[in-house]
């Protein structure tokens, strides 16, 4: 409750510093005001002030530098689904989830470059020169699917491949399930309103679709 007010709070500040901004062009006379919290007074701010992206954290960045990763391999496995299958709503399915992650890709790329960070996630030194693993870093994230399924996956074909596609996927989507709830439960993170409102929907959406998978899977080939 306290994050999301504090999001609340970020949010007013960045709109009507911005919106003071778009309406003070070539006037000297501008106003701008920053809500206070429950119970604080709204502050006046000079007219030079300007909007600033919230700080993240390191957990924040590594959140969406996996989620790239984990994305990545989500559309590796729609490509696959032209050359093996039928089903149309294997196709659609795949379809709909190729261009929504693509797009989240998309998205995550501009948030990491905006703030000056690496789009791909590295391994880090410890004190003794040795290599340190991250979060998510060398380790494989939750829900991706191992070389042997990926590789059983690109040699099946028909319903085979329907059943293999339609497990893999809610294994994977189940995964990023995991990682969002990682973030959310650590402190100090996902208080970026942009970063929060994507994880939200990363949440949302995928839920949405393993009851749709789970639907499918459940069907007479």
Known sequence: MIKKLQLMIAVAFVFTASTAFGQSSGSDGAVIVRPGAPGQPTLRLPPDTRAQLPPVSVKDVEFMQGMIMHHAQAVEMTALIEERTENQDIRLLGSRISQSQEDEMAFMRRWLTARGQSLT???????????????????????????????????????????????????HHEGALAMVKDLFDTAGTGQDAELFNFASDVDSGQRAEIKTMETLLGKKP
């Open 121 to 171: 996630m590295g391994s880090k030194q410890d004190g003794h020169g040795h290599t340190a693993k991250t979060s998510y870093g060398l380790m494989k994230m939750p829900g991706m699917l191992s070389e042997e399924q990926m590789e059983a996956l690109r040699n099946a074909k028909g319903a085979e491949f329907d059943r293999l596609f339609l497990s893999g996927m809610i294994q």
